[in-house]
């Protein structure tokens, strides 16, 4: 994929992620986890945090930092990374409010005919799992390695 993203720093085992959102206004501390779920574990959500200063996480804060492209180039990058290392699991993706959600639904839109050789995406509206199609609402996504 040709997406621009952040230079990011990985742990060993790839659950982890840190990078900078940089504007000309400030500089926001970003990490990524990937955390199996307990009743399944070859299926990992996915937590994109802003760190503060003291390393304290959160996940609601809307940085408004004007690289959101770039930001979730940077997650893709991630997921890709992830997968590499773990070609079996799924990542489990959701917003923590209705407007992320979107934001993740968008950007697979836009992105998936560049992906679509590499893995495949999922939407999930309620329990019911289908092929990713663009337009359509979806609670949560499911991506794996093809």
């Known amino acids: 994929m040709d997406l ?5 720093t990985a742990r060993e085992n ?3 992620f840190e990078f900078e959102s940089i504007s000309e206004q400030k500089r926001i501390s970003k990490r990524v ?5 307990p009743d399944s574990p070859s299926v990992f959500n996915l937590a994109l945090m802003d760190l503060d200063q003291y390393g ?3 996940d609601v804060t809307v940085s408004n930092n004007s690289d959101m492209p770039k930001v979730m180039a940077t997650v893709i990058q991630c997921v890709f990374l992830f997968l590499e290392k773990y070609p079996s699991a799924t990542v489990y993706i959701t917003g923590n409010s209705p407007a992320r959600t979107r934001l993740y639904r968008a950007t697979i839109s836009r992105e998936i005919s560049k992906a679509k050789n590499f893995i ?3 939407g999930m ?3 019911q799992i289908e092929p990713f199609r663009s337009g359509k609402h979806y609670d949560a996504f499911l991506i794996r390695r093809l």
């Open 56 to 58: 304290a996480t959160t």
């Open 4 to 8: 621009e993203f952040y230079p990011l």
């Open 125 to 127: 509206d309620g329990w």
């Open 120 to 122: 495949e995406i999922y």
């Open 33 to 37: 986890t990937f955390a199996a779920l």
């Open 14 to 16: 790839r659950l982890l």
